[in-house]
Each structure stands twice: as C-alpha cells, then as structure tokens.
C-alpha cells in the first residue's frame, strides 16, 4: 500500500539542525510531489514547503526561507527535511504528506516526527 | 496568504446526530479545498478531496459541499469513530493553509 515512514523522535539544542526522513513505498516516487507541514503542541498546521522527488525542485514557505533544505534520494525512495537554528518553538511534528493529485490534495501523510527543542 | 476561517471551533453531539462544519476562505480558490480527519496521536486522514470527493473507503456519511469561499462538511449520523477534529485545507495555492479545526466531542 502508498505509504511514507518517517524517522524517529529527535530532541536538540536551540541553535542546533535537525534532519527528519520521510520514506516512500506502495507508488511511483518520481510521479508524486510531497509537503512538509507542522504542527505544535495544541495548535493547528503550518506548512513548511514543497518538493519535486524526481528533480529536487523546491519551494519553501517565506517564513522558512534561510532555515530549511528539502531533498531527495531516488535511490532509497526518501525525502529529507532539514531545519537549522532550531528555536523552543519549533517544537512540533513534522509530517510529511504527498500531493496525491492535481487538486492538491495531501494522501497519505507520515505518521509525523517528534522534534523537542530544549536547553 | 489565503485565510481559513473554520466554525464552529468545537462542538458536542451524539451518536446519529447530523453535524455540519463550514470553511470559508478569504478568496476565491473555485474547489481547491480539502477536509481532513485527526485522531489524537495519529496523522490526518484524507476524507473529502475537491470540495465534494469522497475519498476510497471513507464512508458516505461524509460529505463536502461548496465553492469559491464557502465549504461544508457534513457528517449525516455521527457515530462514535468520528469523533475526533477536523481540518480544512486549502490547495489553490502556495502557501498552503489550513483551518483552526473543529473538535467534535461526545454530547
């Protein structure tokens, strides 16, 4: 089945990068774009960017611009996001989600990364 | 960016009740809006893509509704899976933005 795993809970420094991976299986991972979005304790999602798989175009979000690096590696299927000088409130879960079709819609989603930042 | 205003923020209701949750975007985006379902814990789930598709397995108790700036998500008997929060999505364009969510919680 479509699916995408993520890596596993991650907790770090303030200051410090943090790079959380997002395998795909189940589908063709060149076809598929995939989001990164986020989502703090409580609150609701922020989305973080874009990437194309097959060629490792990116867009980002404008608040993240400088912070975070979206790539890929076709040869194991997985996307990476990488966020630098983590803040206390980059504490969240990170998903990542694939653009299932020209709608734009986000199926399935990973079953999120937990990344802690704390002194 | 395009803002989601999503209401009720929370609601209380009982198995079989019909409960409708609206969106309303702060431009048009024609039927570039997406629903979305949250257990706690656990990743959102895809219910209605498009405004009104309903997604393969979902059951036909969810429904969506709407266009350019007002959608609707309409749960016809609640039952007691379905509670949980829900999100809409808007796809028109980058960024991409959500709504607050509405949690539906047990009457």
């Known amino acids: 089945q479509v699916q995408l795993v993520q890596s596993g809970t991650e907790m770090k420094k303030p200051g410090a990068s943090v790079k959380v991976s997002c395998k795909a299986s189940?589908?063709?991972?060149?076809?598929?774009?995939v989001h990164w979005v986020r989502q703090a304790p409580g609150l609701g999602f922020e989305w973080l960017g874009i990437?194309?798989?097959?060629?490792?175009?990116?867009k980002y979000a404008q608040k993240f611009q400088g912070s975070v690096t979206m790539t890929s590696d076709t040869s194991t299927s997985t996307v990476y996001m990488e966020l630098s000088s983590l803040r206390p409130d980059d504490t969240a879960v990170y998903y990542c989600?694939?653009?299932?079709?020209?709608?734009?819609?986000?199926?399935?989603w990973g079953q999120g990364t937990l990344v802690i930042v704390s002194s | 960016d395009i803002q989601m205003t999503q209401s009720p923020s929370s609601l209380s209701a009982s198995v079989g009740d019909r409960v409708t949750i609206t969106c309303r975007t702060s431009?048009?985006?024609?039927?570039?809006l997406n629903w979305y379902q949250q257990k706690p814990g656990k990743a959102p789930k895809l219910l209605i893509y498009?405004?009104?598709r309903l997604q393969s397995g979902v059951p036909s108790r969810f429904s969506g509704s709407g266009s350019e700036t007002d959608f609707t998500l309409t749960i016809s008997s609640l039952q007691p899976e379905d509670f949980a929060t829900y999100y809409c999505?808007?796809?028109?364009?980058?960024?991409?933005?959500f709504g607050q969510g509405t949690k539906v919680e047990i009457k």
């Open positions: 989600a694939r653009e299932a079709g020209p709608g734009g819609w986000f199926d399935p």
């Open positions: 189940g589908y063709s991972f060149t076809t598929y774009y």
């Open positions: 990437i194309n798989p097959n060629t490792g175009i990116t």
């Open positions: 431009q048009s985006i024609g039927s570039y």
């Open positions: 498009v405004a009104s």
């Open positions: 999505q808007q796809s028109f364009n980058s960024p991409r933005t």
